[in-house]
């Protein structure tokens, strides 16, 4: 059984962010990424969310497929 579903957060922190992107299917991108070039990306998106974030953060959606499966 499959169900979709749309979940609903506010996000106030690049941080919080930071988290979507590194645990969600970014993070086979970032992982080829040298060291360095990882961490200067992190510090520059991170800069770049804060701005778009403002003070009052923003409203985020995202769709969860959850699969449940019997044996």
């Not at 941080?15 to 520059?44: I, M, P, T």
């Not at 769709?63 to 044996?71: F, H, S, Y």
Request: hydrophobic share 45%; no cysteine.
């Amino acid at each position: 059984m499959f169900s979709l579903f749309t979940i609903h957060y506010s996000l106030f922190t690049a941080f919080s962010w930071w988290d979507v992107v590194w645990n969600a299917g970014y993070r086979s991108l970032l992982n080829q990424l040298s060291a360095d070039e990882l961490k200067k990306f992190e510090q520059e998106h991170i800069k770049e969310i804060s701005d778009v974030l403002g003070k009052d953060g923003t409203w985020f959606n995202s769709e969860v497929l959850i699969a449940i499966g019997e044996k």
